[in-house]
């Protein structure tokens, strides 16, 4: 069975300053994806980054990049120059190519000080 | 681009109706859909797989006869929640595949329903 793991349930951070929220998963499969969503309070579902397992270089979008680790199985992603407006929970989400089935992490809430 | 949306973003209704809930991708065509139900604090819990033409594939747990699917169109499925309980209310929140974005789910804002 697949898990994704997301062992910090809260974060915070001082605006302007940088943050890592930790996700690991557990997988047999060689070919798959790996996701970051943010969910403000709105509750709407926003794609973070994406990052497709048979690329080594780490995704980057803005402000986010990863840090995928294929061999320890983990997938952080980290916030530079932090916002007010990147608070939010963050989930952490696989799925292998052979299907289209998310597996979510717990989440991780993310709080952020001025 | 990738937007889905979805309809009502809130509804109230009296215990022992039926409710529809409307998600749609807006920009892209949408073979597979799924419909997630969120509990406060908490991460989402997988309903169900909508296909485009075919029966709904439900989760272990997931009452098929009280949460009808119907994905009638590429870019529409529709919730019918039958005969809804106050135990039914909850967040209900659908996705779309986009398969030209490396099969990445989009979401729907989300739909509160809560019953009476």
């Known amino acids: 069975a697949q898990t994704v793991t997301q062992s910090q349930p809260e974060m915070s951070v001082q605006e302007a300053e940088t943050v890592t929220l930790s996700c690991t998963y557990d997988t047999s499969e060689s070919d798959y994806y790996l996701f970051w969503y943010k969910q403000p309070p709105s509750r709407q579902m926003i794609l973070v980054i994406r990052?497709?397992?048979?690329?080594?270089q780490n995704a980057t979008e803005n402000r986010f990049s990863v840090n995928f680790q294929k061999a320890a199985k983990s997938f952080s992603l980290k916030i530079s120059d932090s916002q007010l407006g990147d608070a939010a929970m963050y989930f952490c989400a696989f799925h292998a190519y052979n299907t289209d089935k998310l597996i979510f992490g717990t989440g991780t809430r993310l709080q952020v000080f001025p | 681009g990738a937007v889905v949306s979805q309809h009502p973003s809130w509804v109230i209704c009296k215990s022992g109706t039926s409710v529809k809930i409307e998600c749609r991708s807006l920009d892209f065509q949408a073979t597979t859909m799924f419909w997630y139900r969120q509990f406060p604090k908490q991460s989402l819990m997988l309903m169900a797989t909508s296909n485009e033409g075919s029966k709904a594939t439900y989760e272990q747990g997931v009452e098929k006869d009280k949460f009808l699917i119907n994905h009638a169109s590429l870019t529409l499925s529709t919730l019918t929640v039958t005969s809804a309980h106050p135990e039914d209310s909850s967040f209900y929140i659908c996705s779309a595949i986009d398969r030209g974005r490396a099969d990445t789910q989009y979401f729907g804002p989300g739909t509160r329903l809560t019953v009476l």
């Open positions: 990052q497709e397992a048979y690329k080594q």
